[in-house]
């Protein structure tokens, strides 16, 4: 069955880049995903990449994809407090739905 | 000119009530999902549906179900509410490409 998977917490100082990684078992997968999801709040899309794509660079954020390995990278330069959030990897695979990492605490220190 | 709203944001109620969430999207997606995250914030699919098809996760007990009046709407009757059931569930539509998927901002449901 699809799996992914991320560690659950990354604490980071403010303006160091953040690194989150997240592995996924399905190889059809077509979309994979970053949400970011603030306390209280919904699920914000920050970026998307194709599975042909290696890299996709928006702004601060960075998104690289090994797909020999399965895994997928966010990469958040110049971290600041407001990017304290939990950021979510998901993968669109086979069926319809998106099948979710159990997200990543994203902590940032002064 | 909300993309995927969904009523009411919090929703209070006793065991053994039944209850309805609604969600409406203005994208024009064929597809509309529920999701369910619970409090650990994990999040689950537990319906994808389009005028073609539903898609159910074996994983969701049939008090659950969804009901389309039309292709915008997707609501999410619950019947005898358990604590259990307590979680945030989320709307969600998409195309189909996969660069559209949209979320609602969710339905905190708390059974006492």
């Known amino acids: 069955g699809e799996d992914v998977e991320q560690s659950l917490f990354l604490s980071v100082r403010e303006g160091d880049s953040s690194v989150i990684n997240c592995t996924y078992t399905d190889s059809s997968s077509t979309y994979l995903y970053w949400y970011k999801q603030e306390p209280g709040a919904g699920l914000q899309l920050l970026t998307y990449i194709f599975s042909n794509m290696d890299m996709k660079q928006d702004q601060r954020l960075t998104v690289l994809l090994n797909k020999k390995d399965k895994h997928l990278s966010l990469r958040i330069a110049d971290t600041q407090t407001g990017d304290s959030a939990i950021y979510f990897c998901a993968e669109r695979g086979g069926a319809d739905g998106l099948t979710f990492g159990k997200g990543t605490h994203l902590i940032i220190q002064p | 000119d909300t993309a995927v709203s969904q009523t009411p944001k919090y929703l209070v109620t006793q065991m053994g009530n039944d209850k309805s969430i609604k969600c409406e999207q203005n994208l024009g997606h064929d597809t509309m999902y529920w999701y369910k995250q619970d409090s650990k914030k994990f999040l689950k699919i537990m319906f994808s549906?389009?005028?073609?098809?539903?898609?159910i996760n074996e994983t969701v007990p049939n008090r659950f179900s969804p009901k389309s009046p039309d292709k915008a709407h997707l609501n999410l009757h619950i019947n005898s509410l358990e604590l259990g059931d307590s979680a945030v569930y989320f709307c969600?539509?998409?195309?189909?490409?996969?660069?559209?998927?949209?979320f609602g901002s969710g339905t905190r449901l708390t059974v006492v």
């Open positions: 969600a539509s998409s195309p189909p490409t996969g660069n559209g998927y949209t």
């Open positions: 549906y389009n005028n073609k098809e539903l898609i």
